[in-house]
């Protein structure tokens, strides 16, 4: 008989613990986007890019829930390219969403921002690199979990520089993502003290899976001599027929070649074996930056839920961007929100196709404060005043 009570105790608690148990709910808002036309369609993007390191992050907190008397409830709100972007956010946060995870171009990104529905609200950038959302169009209610282009060009930056790799050249795309990788490329060289030699508009629009092996060659022909090729192309468009068949052969690095990237398949070290491999059984692919981002954004959301033990958006933000916020992510040093633009800082792989040739910041670049703020704009260059004076 007292056993039998002891179990009906037991259930019961447990039922109560479920009861009471506090709900963070997360949306995750994707705008989906036509991508533009391009050379080679072998390498597809896949479905679930970012939404699927959404999900598994979710699973993984859920999991730390059970312990602390917390659950999370993840919606998806996915936008097709032609439908309205802001009507779905608007009736999603009508809905209650008031804690969002957030892929789609900056421009819907703002959009979402300025909604007087999303004052309160807090939304974390999984997804667009651009520098001003880090600078002149900051926003309060808006964190980041994607690199900006910055950190990843300032990554670049310090690997050329530690190789003393300084006669470069460039061949730069002209699609809005190859202009602002472009610029953040040539602010960083100017950063550590690097210039270009030579520099080439990519304008080609031949078949280069058949014309490669002799157009590419004439197209380089008269760059000068250089130590490294650098390429803009972030689509991965045309970059892929560069290499090996350029004038003189050289390394070649920057969208293609030797990538800077917030993660990739092939980062495995500090634990991170762990979550690609849990991401590799639930998707059937590599993880990729995307997916890591939101991943990330996921995970510091249930981490800000497990210490303020709170769902107010405020208070979650208010943790986030403070000296006590730290966060394990599988890149060897604790990630943590700049307090002064929402960035979050976090080590930028510079990976080949099959594996990691370092991890930056680099030793012997230092930094009064945090050498992750070695990579990007640092506080006191930002132009970011939405935070107000938090440096």
Known sequence: MAFQWLIGACAALVLATQTQAEVLRIDWIERQVSPPPVLSNMAAIPSGLGLDGARLAERDIATTGRFTGQSYDLHETVVAPDADFLKAAKSTLAEGARVLVVKAP???????ADLPEAQGALILDAYAQDDALRGVDCRANILH??????MR?????QFLLKK?????????????EDLAFTAALKRSLTKFGLNLAGEKTWDFDANMRRAAAAEV????QDLPAHDLLLVSDEPGDFARYIAYN?????PLAGSEGLKPVGWSGVVEQYGAAQLQNRFREAEGREMQQADFAAWIAVAALG??????QSTDPAKLRTYMLSDAFRLAGFL???LSFRNWNGQLRQPIALVTERAVAALAPLEGFLHQINELDTLGVDAPESPCTAFGDAR
Do not use: C, H, N
């Open 164 to 176: 003393q790799w300084r006669k470069l050249v460039l061949i730069a795309g002209q699609l809005p």
């Open 246 to 250: 350029t004038w003189v052969a050289r």
């Open 217 to 220: 060659p004439l197209f380089t």
């Open 153 to 157: 060009t300032d990554a670049l930056a």
């Open 145 to 150: 979990t994607a690199p900006s282009y910055a």
């Open 106 to 112: 900056a421009p819907d990104l703002l959009a979402l």
């Open 303 to 308: 981490e800000a839920f497990t210490r303020t």
């Open 332 to 334: 060897g040093r604790p």
